[in-house]
């Protein structure tokens, strides 16, 4: 029973959790969280005493299970699980079992491990031993929109710089940045990331002085291991970010190799103008708008301008294009090119930077079709930073095309592991799900997805797919609809429209066609859009034909065009067999 329950207030879903909480709590350990002879005296414990830590009684329960369930069992509803799908993401990612040797008095008779329904590799980044640290946003002190970028910048640089070190777990920009902007409690927050020390700080520009006040603090121990304030000049911001890793890995007592020293002492350029307009470009490459693409392009461009030789900068330009490409915010043809040629210079300046390389793959997998050579690519940058979620992302992508569909489920899930927050690694994950015939665990977890952000058009657009496989089309038809309003039509218009024709809502359909017609006399559209909404409403002819131009335009998703929901009379056409054969890939129904 809830304290809420107990005081006799307003009851939510929230009750069951903490009611799940303690019925966890008792599995993990043959007894329950609390007690006492009389419910009068359980019910004081229940508001008033925490349980200590499951881990205490049965010694192989690990410790993210036990903050799970520290998080179910909060006496304040507000600070509990919001959601049992938020709940269930964390039970997802916690390891099995913990550093222990022999079984727990609580559970003599059992297994110690609890198997996995997934095909998986073993994860280097869960080895025993491996720090796990998390860096959050540094705050804007003054709520100064103009030096936004210098907060993110910071904490983004520091993060890559500490990711490059051997003995410690970084966790990803994505998975933190969810913390930007709140007031949060360092020691909470690392709990839930499952980190055993997080670094946090303030950021604020004044008069052309840069105040950085920084901390380390152990999660467990709720304990500063270090803290510092840097009061420089703004153009010192280099020297302050390589200061705070070094100040970091030293207090952590890191074992540093020789190879790690010189990682943390690297600097990918030496302009501080450079760098400037380089986190702006990041800052505005996370927005991931048309507009905010539209403007990384010129800060990265700028940040080149100054430092012809920042090889950072030019793998940032080539994510930039890729992703301007793939979205068909501008022409393919147009934007794949220079990608590639930025992620090239970016290699001939620095062999080893994991990101070109992946930049490289992308480009040569969506927009060249170059299978071999995308795998080359992707291989690389995986072996250069294992770390790198995005390079086992993209190469699911790869490992989807050519059908290798056990080697698919196991890159996405690295990445998955690698970025759990991610919000379009989440939504990869469930549609690899939904590929290889698990739709229910594919929308289960779309769904955690949603919940992470409601306003990801992409998962919504997602959901609508597998709403439609399962032959759900009124379900289809609202998923596709809330993708299409919270993406401004950028996405799932086709989808819709094609949905729309096949449930005889055809003048609907009609409508979006003429949408689409209307806004291409403005702005790029991918013919493929099109291609779906014939599709459904039978038009094989003009199907076909808009196929051709998204063939020759070279539009990213062709890629997958055997993956999508094509009617019988289109995929039974030699026509489309013949596309297949064009793009490189045999058609298998």
Not at 195 to 202: C, D, E, M, P
Not at 413 to 431: C, F, K, T
Request: charged content about 20%; hydrophobic content about 40%.
């Amino acid at each position: 029973m809830s304290t809420e329950q107990i005081c006799g207030e307003v009851l939510d879903a929230r009750t069951d959790i903490f009611s799940f909480g303690a019925v966890f709590w008792e599995m993990l350990t043959g007894q329950p969280p609390f007690g006492g002879k009389t419910s009068a005296l359980v019910f004081d414990e229940i508001l008033h005493r925490d349980p200590v830590a499951p881990s205490a009684i049965s010694p192989v329960v690990p410790a993210a299970v036990d903050a799970i369930v520290a998080r179910a069992l909060q006496k304040n509803r507000n600070r509990r699980y919001q959601s049992f799908s938020e709940l269930l993401m964390d039970l997802r990612q916690a390891p099995v079992t913990a550093n222990v040797s022999g079984p727990s008095p609580a559970i003599v008779g059992t297994t110690a491990t609890v198997a996995r329904p997934r095909t998986r590799k073993p994860d280097s980044t869960r080895s025993r031993g491996l720090h796990a640290l998390a860096v959050l946003p540094f705050a804007n002190t003054a709520n100064d929109p103009e030096i936004d970028y210098l907060s993110d910048g910071i904490t983004e640089t520091i993060i890559n710089k500490l990711s490059q070190i051997g003995g410690l777990r970084v966790v990803p920009r994505s998975t933190v940045f969810r913390y930007k902007g709140r007031e949060i409690d360092p020691v909470a927050a690392g709990a839930e990331l499952k980190a055993k020390s997080v670094v946090t700080g303030r950021v604020l520009q004044r008069s052309g002085r840069l105040v950085v006040t920084v901390e380390l603090i152990n999660v467990r121990r709720h304990a500063q291991l270090w803290g510092e304030q840097y009061n420089r000049t703004a153009h010192d911001v280099l020297d302050v970010q390589q200061s705070i890793a070094a100040e970091v890995s030293t207090a952590l007592e890191l074992k540093l190799t020789g190879d790690d020293r010189q990682k943390l002492a690297r600097r990918d350029t030496q302009d501080s103008a450079a760098y400037q307009a380089y986190i702006k470009g990041r800052f505005y490459w996370n927005k991931r708008t048309i507009d905010g693409l539209l403007q990384a392009i010129e800060h990265f461009q700028a940040a080149i301008e100054h430092d012809p030789h920042y090889a950072r900068a030019l793998a940032g330009l080539a994510d930039t294009f890729n992703i301007l490409g793939y979205y068909n915010g501008r022409p393919p043809a147009d934007v794949y090119p220079q990608g590639k040629a930025a992620a090239a210079r970016a290699l001939e300046i620095d062999p080893a930077m994991a990101e070109a390389h992946a930049s490289l793959g992308y480009a040569r997998l969506f927009f060249d079709r170059d299978w071999p050579g995308a795998e080359q690519c992707f291989l690389e940058a995986i072996r250069l930073n294992p770390g790198y979620a995005s390079a086992h992302q993209w190469y699911g992508w790869l490992l989807m095309v050519t059908r290798r569909w056990d080697e698919m489920m196991e890159s996405m899930q690295r990445a998955h592991d690698l970025d759990p927050l991610s919000l379009v690694i989440n939504e990869h994950y469930g549609y690899a799900l939904s590929l290889v015939g698990r739709a229910d665990e594919a929308l289960a977890h779309l769904q955690t997805t949603v919940d992470l952000e409601p306003h990801f058009a992409l998962a919504h657009l997602r959901i609508g797919a597998v709403h439609l496989s399962q032959g759900r089309m009124d379900d289809a038809i609202a998923s596709l609809r809330t993708a299409v309003q919270l993406s401004s039509g950028q996405f799932a218009v086709g989808a819709l429209g094609y949905v729309l024709a096949l449930s005889g809502q055809r003048a609907e359909a009609e409508q979006l066609l003429a949408q689409l017609r209307e806004r291409s006399q403005r702005v790029f559209v991918s013919p493929l859009e099109s291609a779906y909404i014939y599709a459904g409403l039978d038009r094989a002819d003009e199907t076909f034909d808009a196929l051709d131009q998204a063939v020759a335009q070279r539009i990213s998703d062709v890629v997958r065009v055997d993956f999508l929901p094509w009617t019988p009379a289109i995929r039974s056409d030699p026509r489309f067999a013949s596309l297949l054969a064009t793009i490189g890939l045999p058609g298998k129904h």
